[in-house]
Each structure stands twice: as C-alpha cells, then as structure tokens.
C-alpha cells in the first residue's frame, strides 16, 4: 500500500483524499492544510490522522498529493523530490514561469515521479481520441477545436490566487492541445473578453471568455474556445478533423434518458454539473497513473515539462492579448 498523504483540503484536495482512501493501492496517511479546521473536517469524515507539512516529508509517508493554493505548488514540489517523494501536484506549478524555471533547475535530474494535474489527459474519451488518432484511424491531423467553458462564474474571491484566465482555466486547454497534437504550437493568437460580468473583470483585470488560435510547424490548427459562464452547463468536447475524418469526444450527462413531448423532441439531462462529476473517472484514472509510475518506474503521464510547456503558451496567449497580434510561441515566451 502506498502511504500518501494529501497537503490542501479545500475544494479538490477533499475529493483526492477521498479517492485516495479508496484507492485499492494506496492509504490515506495523512492530511494537512494551513487551515487546522478544514484538514480536521475532511479527517473526520475519512477517519485519518492530520499533521504538519513536515511530517508529510517524513519517513512514513511514500507519496506526496499537493493541492494547495497554486502559490505554494513550486515549493512543495521542491520539498518533495528533496525527500525523495513521488508528487502529483496540482496545476499550475506556479503563476510566473520564472519561479517555474527555477523549480526545474531545483529538481533537474531527479528520478523521483513528479506529476502534474491534468486530469483530462486520463479521461476516457479525450483518451480514446488520442489514441484513435495515433492509430491513423482519421489520417492526418488537420485541426484540433478544444471547448472548455464552466458553468457558472466563480465567487469574488476566487480570481485573486487563480491569476487570470488563461494561467488558471485555459491552461488545461493548452495542455489538451499538446496532448492531442504530439507537436508544439509555434504560433499563437488570442483574443478575451469580458461578457459575463464586464465590471468585475474588469475591477480585477480579467476576463470571462477567450478565443485562441495556435498552429503547430506542421501546420495543423488548433482552436481553444473558453468561457467562465455558460447556462446550461460544463462544456466540454474536443473534435479532431483529419484527412479521413473526424473525432469528437463529448460532454457526459448523469444518464441517457431523453424524453419526447409536444413541446421538446430528445430532451436530455443536463451536463455533469462540473470538473468534479464530469472528470470524476479522470481524476480516480489519474491517480492510478501516478500510482503505476511510483510502482514501476513507468514516466509519469503528465510530466513537469508538460506544466511548463502550458504555462509558457498562457503567458505567450496573453502577450498575444496585449499586442493584438498573431506571435511566434519562442518569440512570445518570457
Ligand atoms: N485539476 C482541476 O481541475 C482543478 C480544479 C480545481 C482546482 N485546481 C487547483 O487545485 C489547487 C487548489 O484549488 P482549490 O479550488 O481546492 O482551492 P481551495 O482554496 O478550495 O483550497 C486550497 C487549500 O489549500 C490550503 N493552503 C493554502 N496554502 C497552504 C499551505 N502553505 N499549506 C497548507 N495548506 C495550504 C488552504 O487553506 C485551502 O484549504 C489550485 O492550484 C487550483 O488551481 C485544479
């Protein structure tokens, strides 16, 4: 069994305890969060002991699953692989690539599995696509279009830690992007919006809509549409168009009913609510990556070269923004 133990008990990091404990390979050892009441509520409710960051690092834990706020992602990573512990860290490993860059140099070289969380490589139909494609079952690649927008817009005090759209949401579009393409985005463009809720975003100059345009050397396109509020639920799909064809993998609903009345023809249920239910198989899937790699030495699925690559196209998307432009990735990257 491997001993884990969980570093943030909010949002998610309830949910990765949760998995955790039922995860036939692994225990739930330990949590910890700043805030002693949240790590003592999840706890309770799962029966585990907390501790301190420290003890997380010590001799009776075997893996590390960080999902505190994204500032303290890069140092517990370092403290991580420091000890010898395999981590998956939520993303982003951080909001500024430079502190991104010192945590590879930090970690240069270690053998230690570091995974980062992008779940929706490890969701079974964005994974069937990506491997109907690999097979050559719609020939060549031509274009990849990525929907990725939430359901609803996030409370006031979310937007302060997230750091802006496309460094906290569109970063799971960009890493879907390099996971479906097997190539880099040479090329970028990106326009956003404020649609939603334009004086909010604008108080904290961000935005609730992007449109992103990016194109690899090969020149195959890809399309990224985001947007922080969509009424009627977490939109997520992503096409694949190839000279032989084309790939969709799709929303997911709760159940196939569809019902049939005077007014309405194949009324369905609505989407999976969010992140949680939608990607709940692809969270448990990316767990037992993580768990493989620690056992066999297999390369984590979602490496911290990955990370970086989707933080560097977000900061690149944002200089984009600002200049109006279309931009080459390397010349765009900070
Ligand atoms: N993969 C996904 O789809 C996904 C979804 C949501 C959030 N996330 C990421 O997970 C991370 C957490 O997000 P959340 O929504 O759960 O946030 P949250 O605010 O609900 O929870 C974060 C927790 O971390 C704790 N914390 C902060 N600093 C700490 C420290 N130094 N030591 C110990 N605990 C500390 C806070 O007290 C809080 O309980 C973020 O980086 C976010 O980007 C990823």
Wanted: hydrophobic share 45%; aromatic share 6%; glycine share 8%.
């Amino acid at each position: 069994m491997i001993r884990t133990a969980v570093l943030g008990c909010g949002r998610i990091g309830r949910m990765h305890a949760a998995n955790i404990a039922a995860h036939p390979r692994a225990r739930l050892a330990m949590l910890h969060d700043l805030d002693a009441a949240a790590a003592k509520a999840v706890a309770g409710e799962l029966g585990v002991p907390t501790g301190s960051a420290e003890d997380a690092f010590g001799a009776d834990i075997d893996a590390v699953l960080v999902a505190t706020a994204t500032e303290t992602h890069a140092d517990f990573i370092e403290r991580a692989v420091a000890a010898g512990k395999p981590v998956l860290c939520e993303k982003p490993i951080d909001l500024n690539p430079r502190r991104v860059a010192r945590c590879a140099e930090a970690i240069a070289g270690t053998t230690v599995p570091v995974q980062i969380g992008f779940n929706r490589r490890f969701d079974p139909g964005h994974r069937a696509a990506r491997d109907a494609l690999r097979a050559g079952e719609i020939g060549a690649l031509q274009q990849i279009v990525v929907t990725s927008r939430d359901p609803a817009m996030p409370p006031r005090a979310y937007y302060a830690a997230a750091g802006g759209l496309m460094r906290d949401m569109t970063i799971h579009d960009f890493d879907l992007a390099r996971f479906m393409l097997g190539a880099e985005p040479v090329e970028i463009f990106a326009m956003a919006g404020r649609q939603t809720d334009p004086e909010l975003m604008a108080e904290l100059d961000d935005h609730d809509s992007a449109m992103i345009l990016m194109r690899t050397a090969d020149g195959v396109q890809c399309h990224i549409n985001n947007a922080r509020c969509a009424v009627y639920g977490y939109d997520q799909r992503v096409e694949l168009l190839g000279d032989a064809g084309m790939l969709v993998s799709d929303n997911r609903k709760p159940h196939e009913l569809r019902s049939y009345t005077a007014a309405r023809s194949e009324a369905a249920a609505p989407y999976e609510f969010f992140f949680g239910e939608r990607y709940g198989e692809a969270f448990r899937a990316q767990l037992d990556a993580f768990f493989d790699s620690i056992e066999t030495g297999a390369p984590v699925q979602a490496s911290f070269e990955d990370g970086q690559r989707a933080l560097i196209l977000a900061e690149a998307a944002y200089r984009s923004l600002r200049e109006g432009q279309m931009l080459r990735v390397e010349d765009a990257a900070p």
